[in-house]
């Protein structure tokens, strides 16, 4: 028997090790407290402002997008990983294709390239098809966009050129500019999740890797029907998107120059009245984004992108070259100094000829949402546009407009730093009140946590729908 001593000592241990080893259950219940509270907090915040009925026209360019699980794809053809990944500018054969999708995929990093070869994109398509889970769907940035903003209720205008199937696939309210195709440009959307593993590399975050061979969408060939039809819809905001199809594209001598030209003519006659947003998305080509720069980006009032685009925007403005991989979890004070970056340097565009000074500028992240504006610009209700684009990236990634928490993780942090430098403060994520908001300067900067879904359904088009939806919250 045990003595008296041990019959004492025993339950004081137990109680010793279940105050500094509490059990998984009451982490786990802790947890999903703090998941429903940050929820339920971020559904007050979209809530608190009526969603307007604005006028938004939208372009450019649309596609058929096709969906297949990217190494089960690589491994019904025999594509093997290699050894080295390797970047090239656009796709032209087996081997460059495999060693382009590892260079991203061991960076978690998404990407879209042209594929100049017809007899590999045929092959990639055709056998896609035979891959289980495969599935179909209008693309686009614009479509994409597009559909978002009519589902929460916006007036949209939008210029693209599509098949009558891919119309009909549309909401029904679309106004839509542009001939009707006999065939879509196809998409080929090569998708992976967190851990996934291929050859000697796994991928640190769900992406996907994404190869096309479009003839129509590089052409920005509804530049034109939307010029003649933009003022007669009289929008409060143009969104312009899909320049990424001309990046590698084999234009002709001076084409590329043409159509961008004619799009900044277009931005340049606007008149005041209607806000310029342009969508940012992955380009590989220096000499592209810096005339992108020149006749887009110094012509719009808001920019969007997510955590790739943003170092890459930076390193164009300030050093005349592109940054092909960055950061797939960085830390907020990081993309914060770069947002900052980003409007100190486009504030200040003298406004003549047509140029815009910035004064929104949307960072959307896998763990955040980042909105900086301008005080007394005619961006209103950050912090509700925050938060209706932190729900709005789990509702598309999981598919379905309703949250479970039980399919939610946070990567956010309990508190962040507001910046890299080191009188930096710290900004603490309350549960009832997770979008946090300051002051700066001229400008307003708030930031909600992600409820990052992990039951992935899809990740394109994420960034599409992430940043329409939080732009149409602060139209007027």
């Known amino acids: 028997m045990l003595s008296l001593k041990y019959l004492f000592v025993i339950p004081v241990l137990v109680a010793l090790l279940a105050y500094f080893y509490p059990s998984d259950y009451d982490y786990e219940n802790d947890m999903n407290e703090r998941l429903q509270q940050i929820l339920s907090g971020l559904l007050r915040a979209e809530k608190k402002i009526a969603q307007p009925k604005a006028k938004i026209a939208i372009g450019f360019g649309g596609c058929q997008d096709m969906f297949v699980d990217g190494l089960a794809l690589l491994d019904a053809l025999k594509f093997e990983a290699p050894e080295n990944p390797e970047h090239f500018m656009s ?44 599935r179909e769907a209008i693309g686009g940035n614009a479509p994409a966009m597009a559909q978002r903003l009519a589902q929460e ?18 909401h029904s ?40 061979s479009d003839n129509s969408n590089p052409l920005l060939e509804t530049v034109d029907d939307l010029e003649k039809e933009i003022l007669k819809f009289d929008p409060s905001v143009l969104v312009v998107g899909g320049l990424q199809m001309m ?47 020149s006749t887009v980006v110094e012509y719009s009032d808001s920019l969007g992108m997510n955590e790739q685009e943003l170092p890459n925007l930076v390193s164009i403005l ?14 907020v004070a990081s993309v914060l100094d770069q947002m900052r970056q980003v409007y100190k340097l486009l504030k200040n565009t003298k406004e003549v000829d047509g140029k815009r000074k910035l004064t929104r500028l949307h960072v959307h992240t896998l763990a955040y949402q ?18 209706k684009a ?33 009188s930096s403060t710290r900004i603490p994520v309350h549960e009832k009140r997770p979008v946090s908001c ?38 007027n």
């Open 438 to 475: 300051w002051d700066e300067d001229d400008y307003q900067i708030c930031v909600a946590p992600v409820l990052v879904c992990t039951q992935v359904k899809q990740t394109a088009g994420g960034g599409d729908n992430i940043s329409s939806a939080g732009l149409l919250v602060q139209v």
């Open 247 to 293: 990046d590698n594209f084999p234009f002709q001598e001076g084409q590329m120059e043409s159509r961008l030209g004619k799009l900044r003519s277009l931005l340049a006659t606007l008149p005041r009245k209607i806000n310029t947003h342009f969508e940012m998305a992955s380009f590989s080509d220096p000499a592209l984004l810096q005339k992108i720069i």
């Open 390 to 422: 932190s729900l709005t990236a789990h509702r598309h990634v999981c598919g379905s407009n309703w949250i479970h928490t039980q399919k939610s993780k946070l990567l956010l942090d309990e508190s962040f730093s507001s910046s890299i430098s080191a």
């Open 370 to 387: 980042a909105i900086l504006t301008t005080k007394g610009s005619p961006w209103k209700n950050t912090m509700s546009a925050t938060a």
């Open 153 to 170: 209720g916006a007036d949209v205008l939008l210029a693209a050129k599509l098949s009558n199937n891919a119309r009909k696939t549309l």
């Open 91 to 134: 796709v032209d054969t087996q081997q460059e294709l495999t060693k382009m999708m590892a260079y991203f995929f061991q960076h978690g990093a998404a990407a879209e390239r042209y594929v100049g070869n017809d007899t590999l994109f045929n092959q990639l398509t055709r056998v896609a098809k035979t891959i289980p889970g495969y």
């Open 318 to 331: 300030q050093y005349g070259n592109v940054s092909l991989l960055s950061d797939a979890h960085p830390r």
């Open 173 to 212: 309210s679309l106004h839509i500019l542009g001939d009707v195709l006999e065939e879509d440009d196809i998409h080929l959307i090569l998708e992976y999740k967190t851990g996934d593993k291929w050859g000697k590399f796994t991928s640190p975050r769900a992406n996907r890797f994404i190869v096309h």
